[in-house]
T-cell receptor
Framework: DTEVTQTPKHLVMGMTNKKSLKCEQH?????MYWYKQKAKKPPELMFV???????INESVPSRFSPECPNSSLLNLHLHALQPEDSALYLC?????????????FGSGTQLSVL | EDQVTQSPEALRLQEGESSSLNCSYT??????LFWYRQDPGKGPEFLFT???AGEEKEKERLKATLTKKESFLHITAPKPEDSATYLC??????????FGPGTRLSVLP
């Protein structure tokens, strides 16, 4: 199994809603990532978990809250989002969190905030 | 500050018309340069990793090369299914990936 699975594929939410994005991998990877991608722009790193511990938070607003319940799962909890948060949210994993570790990406969740 | 640029921004080719995409980078202590392909509404798909100047890698119609300042992705006799956005990313010492803005490739039948 070489897949990173993300759910849901599409999400529409209001600014007062609370929702969660889910990501799962069964490749035994020990690093997992959340990226945000706006249309026609490259992915921007949000968070990195290494061995289930948050190792990098790229100054992301607190309305985004990551969680890593175990080595296979990664969640992104969303609360009080703004319309400018609408984007494709990508989860990725890698064998480790060191250098030269290629990333395996999921298909993403297309989020629209109304 | 680490920077990655890609050119052209968009490229339209006829089927069978070979061309090259460019990725230029400014980074201290390059540890790896990665090429990804991304289809609309999908996550990037890994293509190649290059580690040192002079290195080349091939996969089907794609060939990636690396110099000290840039990388090229050569596409030989492309087909419509090669249409996608091609992203390059660099990784320096202890750093996470820095992605370039991508090249949107369209191959017309």
């Amino acid at each position: 199994d070489t897949e990173v699975t993300q759910t849901p594929k599409h999400l529409v939410m209001g600014m007062t809603n609370k929702k969660s994005l889910k990501c799962e991998q069964h490749m035994g990877h020990r690093a997992m990532y959340w990226y945000k991608q706006k249309a026609k722009k490259p992915p921007e790193l949000m968070f990195v978990y290494s061995y289930e511990k948050l190792s990098i938070n790229e100054s992301v607003p607190s309305r985004f809250s990551p969680e890593c319940p175990n080595s296979s799962l990664l969640n992104l909890h969303l609360h009080a989002l703004q319309p400018e948060d609408s984007a494709l949210y990508l989860c990725a994993s890698s064998q480790g969190a060191g250098v030269n570790e290629k990333l395996f990406f999921g298909s993403g969740t297309q989020l629209s905030v109304l | 500050e680490d920077q990655v640029t890609q050119s052209p921004e968009a490229l339209r080719l006829q089927e069978g018309e070979s061309s090259s995409l460019n990725c230029s980078y400014t980074v201290s202590g390059l540890r790896g340069l990665f090429w990804y392909r991304q289809d609309p509404g999908k996550g990037p798909e890994f293509l190649f990793t290059l580690y040192s100047a002079g290195e080349e890698k091939e996969k089907e119609r794609l060939k990636a090369t690396l110099t000290k300042k840039e990388s090229f992705l050569h596409i030989t006799a492309p087909k419509p299914e090669d249409s996608a956005t091609y992203l390059c990313a660099v990784q320096a010492d202890g750093q996470n990936f820095v992605f370039g803005p991508g090249t949107r490739l369209s191959v017309l039948p």
